[in-house]
């Protein structure tokens, strides 16, 4: 039976073959993901264990990845000795893929387990974060659980009871245009099939648009695909895949490129051409508001983000700085820089462009989350309007209820921090 | 007979039912405080609950989506209350089975506040307006995790089990 990438790395995992949407399967798990709600896991854990007469010893920690980036460096002493719960949870474990709060290897967990080779194709990945869609960038099946089904997990080393979910097929084609890129797509999709258009279904990218995207942009689609409900975004593995795993990810040994069969099952196509699209903006308080630019170039903003696992690369934070350089961001507007990850601080640092942001009057912070989920590092005060290059602008989101996030490209971020209000790239920047 | 204290909308995410500056709190127990913390009516309501209520949450579509932080789950739990939704996001669902939050699936429910409903396995009977809505069931698979009170316990009893096969294989 021809088959979707997805259902055959589920095959391959769980032993099984002529897999088709709505069977049920117990994939073995390659990589399992956690970051500080893995204080959560660990309680959940131990209680598996209780009344038992085993010891509470994780399936393989050779395959368990901690990576502190929600809350860094922590904001309250709750977080702080929740993280420090962690850590001995991870010495006595024996658990190596952490990645605490660092300048050279730590960062936001979906730059750290791409950069650190974590990810293969053909992989099983599961993440206690919804945004684990975007190792499919990388070729492997990659999804958000809950803290109780990681538990589950480390005890058992397999993931229960997974569905094997149906695939759209999404074939992108064109070249994009001077200003617009893998952001402006994804939010583009998002707006034409709706926050739940993919709900409980993968969706498997195709087409010659990705094939010359690079993987920074693959992640930045596979990111983005939780917020149409898909349980994950992949890509299949080709040259570029094995380019990035090579020269970025510092992977030697083989690969296995699982890609799929000709003729599979796809419960849906959707085409759509790239080389006519605008920049897109998200508009507040749901990802799926999708606007052209030009329909809200003059809002007035407070705060510019740039940064997240969807846009804190470098070639994200290269592109912003191309916009800003030699000019200053506008009276009355924060700008906040977040580099992904303390390896692409450093490259960003390297090529002048930290020196840049500062300039502008940008302030470069740490690795991390930043406020994209509202706990620290640039809350927004009441009513007050941010555009960000982050993934999700729900109500609250930014730890304010009264305020409003958009979210848009770094270079819609940077050029609008330069003009203060929300500006169309491609108009240029006074 | 249970009682409709709430409806909300599609696409009701994670971050207003538990918001995101809450999640240092992580244990199950001491989630419960901040429900709807956004929402100070609501969330004064739910902490005021008498013990042995049958009280719902009524919700559109696509019912917890986004983060899949856990507390958003273990927060109605703590309460104890009903979630009849038209649909439900696939981490929230999941989490929900594996807490044991009771979840109903009523993709054409329709109801108010203060409405009365009765809920069997297979449909949800609306007593104030009288209409009757389809229930669609949970699929084995999560069923199998309801019924072994969560995933907690039905894990303990599969690592119990795969260890035991382990352990006589080896002798
Ligand atoms: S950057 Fe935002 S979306 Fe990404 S992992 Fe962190 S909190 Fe989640």
């Known amino acids: 039976m021809n088959m979707t990438i997805v259902e055959k790395i589920l095959s391959r995992a769980s032993g099984r073959s002529n897999l088709k949407p709505g069977d049920v399967v117990e994939p073995a798990i390659d990589l399992a993901m956690s970051h500080e709600n893995g204080a959560l896991v660990i309680n959940q854990f131990l209680q598996i264990f209780e009344g038992t007469p085993l010891d509470p010893k994780v399936w393989d920690a050779s395959k368990i990845a901690i990576i502190f980036d929600h809350r860094v460096p922590a904001e309250s002493s709750k977080t702080a000795s929740n993280q420090k719960k962690i850590r001995e949870f991870v010495n006595r474990q024996f658990i190596d893929k952490f990645h605490d709060i660092r300048g050279d290897v730590g960062g936001i967990c979906h730059q750290i387990l791409p950069e650190s080779g974590y990810v293969r194709p053909g992989c099983v990945v599961v993440g206690t974060d919804s945004h684990t869609t975007s190792h499919g960038a990388l070729g492997a099946f990659s999804f958000g659980i809950g803290a109780t089904e990681m538990a589950s997990v480390w005890a058992l080393g397999k993931a229960l009871n997974v569905e094997v979910p149906p695939t759209i097929k999404v074939n992108v084609t064109g070249a994009f245009p001077t200003f617009v890129g893998p952001k402006d797509f994804i939010l583009h999709l998002i707006g034409k099939i709706s926050a739940q258009g993919a709900n409980f279904r993968v969706i498997e990218y195709h087409g010659e648009t990705i094939r010359d995207m690079t993987t920074s942009g693959r992640l930045v689609i596979c990111n983005m695909s939780v917020e149409a409900g898909a349980t994950s975004g992949i890509v299949p593995p080709d040259e570029e895949t094995i380019r990035y795993l090579r020269e970025e990810a510092g992977v030697q040994d083989s690969l296995d490129m699982v890609v799929p069969d000709a003729g599979a099952n796809y419960d849906e196509v959707i085409n759509i051409d790239v080389s006519k699209l605008e920049p897109q903006i998200a508009c507040p308080h749901t990802v799926d508001n999708i606007k052209g630019i030009k329909d809200v170039s003059g809002t007035k903003i407070d705060q510019v983000v740039i940064g997240s696992c969807t846009n804190g690369r470098l070639d994200d934070l290269e592109m912003a700085a191309r916009v800003i350089r030699g000019k200053k961001i506008a009276r009355n507007i924060r700008m906040l820089v977040f580099p992904a990850s303390g390896r692409i601080y450093s490259q960003a640092l390297g090529k002048g462009l930290i020196g840049d942001f500062m300039t502008a009057g940008a302030v470069v912070m740490n690795p991390g989350c930043g406020p994209c989920l509202g706990i620290h590092e640039g809350a927004l005060g009441d009513g007050e309007v941010a555009l960000s290059t982050t993934n999700r602008n729900f109500k609250g989101r930014m730890g304010n209820p009264t305020a409003e996030v958009y979210l848009c490209s770094p270079v819609v971020a940077a050029a609008s921090a330069v003009a203060g209000v929300i500006t169309d790239p491609r108009k240029g920047v006074n | ?171």
């Open chain 2, 1 to 171: 007979m249970a009682k409709v204290i709430f409806t909300v909308g599609d696409d009701i995410s994670t971050d207003i039912i538990y918001p995101g500056r809450y999640m240092a709190t992580v244990l199950p127990e001491e989630t419960p405080q901040f429900a709807f913390a956004d929402n100070p009516d609501f969330n004064a309501r739910l902490l005021s609950l008498k013990k042995n209520h049958q009280s719902v949450i009524v919700a559109g579509e696509n019912f917890g989506c986004g983060s899949s932080r856990e507390q958003a789950v273990s927060t109605l739990k703590g309460h104890e209350v009903i979630i009849v939704a038209k649909s439900i996001a696939r981490i929230f669902l999941q989490n929900s089975v594996n807490l044991g939050l009771k979840i109903i699936l009523a993709p054409d429910n329709e109801a108010s506040e203060d409405d009365e409903l009765e809920i069997s396995q297979d449909r949800v009977l609306n007593t104030t307006t009288g209409k009757s809505f389809q229930v669609e069931p949970l699929p084995k698979s999560r069923r199998e995790i309801i019924e072994a009170g969560g995933l907690i316990s039905y894990t303990r009893a599969r690592l119990l089990k795969d260890r035991s096969l382990q352990l006589s294989e080896i002798e």
